[in-house]
């Protein structure tokens, strides 16, 4: 083959917050196709805040992404060359490319997912019924468990994961209260969305102006929470909290540059007998099946909406990156390859 | 009748660490039963860490202790008068008649258990087959949930309920490790309790000197860890926390008199994937029969061991208590009333 192929490797790891030189462009031809080995073209790539802790050596729930070596991230793509039985040319499928237009896939595709996409927009397998649906599934249904009539609110509610949280917790009733940065993203989780309220942090002169904003969205208190950001505003939910309420902590955006991130209150997981749990949605395969079934119909009849910031090219990643991380991006970020 | 009853009534609500005249004592006559009161004659006064919520009016759990009203406590004593068909005089009963030397019980007896004292001492239904063992028994078979060969972390060690807590361990078949302050109460946590290993805090010259101690104690990490303290030792305990630990959160005694007491890495518990959860043991009402049961083998044939601190006499009840928030007792503490 004479194809080329463009790929991030990772340069460095950042110190604080990442740059883009951090990452570095590499090009390398494309080898020959070995026995059941799959060629894929992406079409789409995902970015996503779990890629900040890869970027890191510090102890975590998974290995650091090696230096030197094609950045991690999901992807979805078309077959354009195959020598495994199971794909066809022409397939579209969802995997773990990486940061890169190309990936071959061997072991028969291990790893690869063909989608249907008469229904269901291709990208969408990277979002609402992709990774970042599944975590807002479980963390809702296996670790929140909201009872209907129970409020639920959500940390960064416009973004992939929290805007499906709030939706999911209306379709059960719920009363569901989104927090996000800026009027545009809070009118959009009310309007668009449908949640019944949103905070917007940014509109909150410091912690105590923020904590009474959240109050009043929240008249009844708080039974569940889905944990996206820490810092201010989970202290804040935390105070809030009724008795008995569980806390899905799926991500804490606000620390991943290292700058320390207490929790002002602990006491009050034991006065509220709160449940706090943390989760990382690959370790829970035993609900991805309903879970990508249910989120996939919802998308299919459009009664679950989302939301995409797409970039464009390979080489504009880490900006767009970097940007996600600042909260600049707006419903799930993808970059799109071709 | 002509008999007297001397009482403590709160007094004053602490504004820091309690003192003694947060507590009044008073004398006041016993009047004459009505239908369906029993008169109890208390043996033992029972003081908790809980009391000390009590005393504040900060929300919590449970309502505050009112000004001028007898304390709260656990008592237990014997039936010297009846007007109720299900007591006779002679009973020993177990029940929450306060810091006073009598009680009368109305709705016949509501709230008051017969015991058996043939093979249980009556004291130990204040401490190990009491309210603090089954404490430790819900916290760590209903919370914790530990499996064989798991390690099980508890502080203060040597108290009415980590006692219990890490023999129950033991039987388990895990790893039960203390964390105690002095090298007195680790001693009798490892020789008398049979706890494998114990943290001796007091000998620790600060956070990563302890930290450097607990984790030589728990060379394969830490699985369940049952709170009772709070603070330095909860922070150094989350960063030996292994993936998918759990943590039972009971007591948190070192922020009880209102200092900050902040958690230092909450990000911990999604990296680990916690699962950190607060309870009440009154909340959890299904398991105190099987609870009780076991408890009161295991204190009958000797195997479940437990020590007591003994104050004499009403008088001495402000004093014992204040010590206890300061870790001066050696395990369950109690007040000897006659």
Redesign the interface.
């Known amino acids: 083959m004479t194809v080329t192929n463009r790929r991030f490797v990772l340069a460095s790891r950042p110190t604080a917050a990442p740059r883009e030189d951090n990452f570095r462009l590499e090009t390398a031809p494309i080898p020959e196709l070995g026995a059941g080995q799959v060629l894929v073209r992406h079409h789409y790539l995902s970015l996503d805040p779990y890629m900040r802790g890869r970027m890191s050596d510090q102890?975590?729930?998974a290995a650091p992404q090696p230096l030197g070596e094609v950045m991690i991230g999901g992807t979805v793509g078309e077959v354009v060359a195959t020598r495994s039985a199971g794909f066809v040319v022409g397939d579209k499928v969802v995997g773990m490319g990486g940061w890169q237009e190309y990936a071959i896939v061997g072991g028969d595709g291990a790893g690869l997912r063909k989608v249907d996409t008469a229904h269901v927009p291709l990208q969408a397998y990277l979002g609402a019924v992709g990774m970042p649906g599944v975590t807002a599934w479980v963390g809702l249904n296996a670790i929140c468990e909201p009872k209907e009539g129970e409020t639920v609110v959500v940390s960064a509610a416009s973004g992939a994961v929290g805007g499906i949280v709030g939706q999911l917790a209306k379709a059960k009733g719920c009363r569901a209260v989104g927090v996000a940065g800026g009027k545009d993203k809070c009118d959009y989780v009310v309007g668009e969305l449908g949640f019944d309220a949103c905070v917007d942090y940014k509109a909150a002169a410091g912690p105590e102006a923020f904590f009474a904003m959240l109050r009043g969205a929240t008249p009844s208190g708080i039974d569940c929470y889905f944990e996206n950001v820490?810092g201010m505003i989970?202290d804040a939910v935390m105070l809030q909290m009724n008795?008995f309420g569980r806390i899905a902590?799926?991500?804490?955006i606000a620390?991943y540059d290292g700058q320390?991130?207490?929790?002002?209150?602990?006491?009050l997981?034991?006065?509220?007998?709160?449940?706090?749990?943390?989760?990382?949605v690959s370790?829970h395969p035993q609900h991805w099946p309903r879970a990508l079934s249910e989120l996939g119909a919802g998308v299919a009849t459009g009664k679950l909406k989302y939301r995409e910031s797409i970039a464009n090219g390979l080489d504009s990643a880490p900006a767009a990156f970097i940007g996600l991380l600042q909260g600049k991006n707006f419903g799930k970020q993808l970059v799109k390859l071709i």
């Open positions: 102890k975590s729930y820490g989970l008795a902590m799926c991500g804490m620390g320390p991130l207490p929790l002002q209150h602990p006491a997981i034991l006065r509220s007998r709160l449940k706090v749990q943390g989760f990382i370790e």
